[in-house]
């Protein structure tokens, strides 16, 4: 899940929250299985001494974690603010996000997904400070890469590293870049911005029937009655061959993902 993405439309999709009642959110992990990490990673939020003093932590001991999963059990509902997050915090397993979470700790605001509904709850600061003395540090390290084929083979590497601890799965795990183009509903009884749903189904089919075995995804970047902006994630194959619809040759050019990947370790490492 992405946050960034998630913030601005909070308030508008908590009325499609579940239901509460006393909730354990780590209750389905077996942490005594091994292979576990909690990680918390601050964000860019408004200061709070708390976060401002703890900043990034991680535990992988299974003391600590069933102590988390006691401890995080919530039914008073959150206030809905509209706030950032102090931390993103990850449950990870061998390497690989298994479930994210917000917390903001002024707000008192505890943030989840479960499907395709939100959960927030009332976050007591107190349920993340008695835990401050067990957490450890983890090493962030930035790497660049020349190729899509080079960073994609490091990522698969350092997975299999018992020090690795997290790295959020980059863009460039499936496709390359991506491009944009423009679609114009010009039937006056058609709505562009009403029926997208309906014409981004039309793309998909034309554009796998006009080049077939091309992967692709598509991403809504704004539109009206009369227009859909549309981005198209894939491979640059993809993009060089495509005039099915109209592009501004100055605002929808190719654009790559940038090569690079931040990871977090339990101890720190040497430059590649």
């Not at 709070?48 to 990034?56: E, F, H, I, R, T």
């Not at 940038?258 to 370790?265: A, E, K, R, S």
Request: net charge positive.
């Amino acid at each position: 899940m992405n946050f960034q993405k998630h913030t601005t439309t909070l308030i508008f999709l908590l009325l499609t929250s579940i239901s509460y009642g006393q909730t354990q959110v780590l209750k389905k992990y077996h942490f005594e299985d091994g292979g576990y990490y909690l990680i918390g990673l601050r964000g860019k939020s408004d200061p709070n001494v708390l976060a401002d003093s703890l900043g990034n932590f991680y535990t992988d001991e299974i003391k600590v974690l069933n102590a988390i999963k006691k401890a995080w059990v919530f039914k008073k509902p959150g206030l809905a603010h509209a706030c950032g997050y102090h931390y993103v915090v990850s449950v990870c397993r061998n390497g690989l996000e298994l479930e994210r979470f917000g917390i903001n700790l002024n707000c008192n605001e505890f943030f989840g997904e479960a499907g395709q509904s939100y959960f927030y709850f009332y976050f007591e600061t107190r349920q993340l400070r008695k835990f401050k003395d067990s957490f450890k540090k983890p090493f962030k390290k930035t790497d660049e890469f020349t190729s899509v084929t080079e960073a994609r083979n490091y990522r698969k590497k350092i997975l299999k590293d018992p020090n690795f601890i997290f790295t959020y799965p980059p863009d460039w795990i499936k496709y390359e870049g991506t491009f944009r183009f423009t679609y114009y509903c010009t039937d006056e009884s058609q709505d562009c911005y009403r029926d997208q749903e309906k014409l981004f189904e039309k793309f998909a089919d034309e554009i796998k029937l006009k080049y077939p075995g091309e992967p692709f995804e598509f991403e809504f970047r704004g539109g009206s009655k009369s227009q859909l902006s549309v981005d198209v994630l894939c491979n640059k194959s993809l993009e060089e061959k495509f005039t099915l619809y109209k592009r501004n040759p100055e605002l929808d050019k190719w654009r790559p993902y940038i090569l690079t990947l931040d990871t977090f370790w339990t101890v720190a490492q040497e430059n590649n």
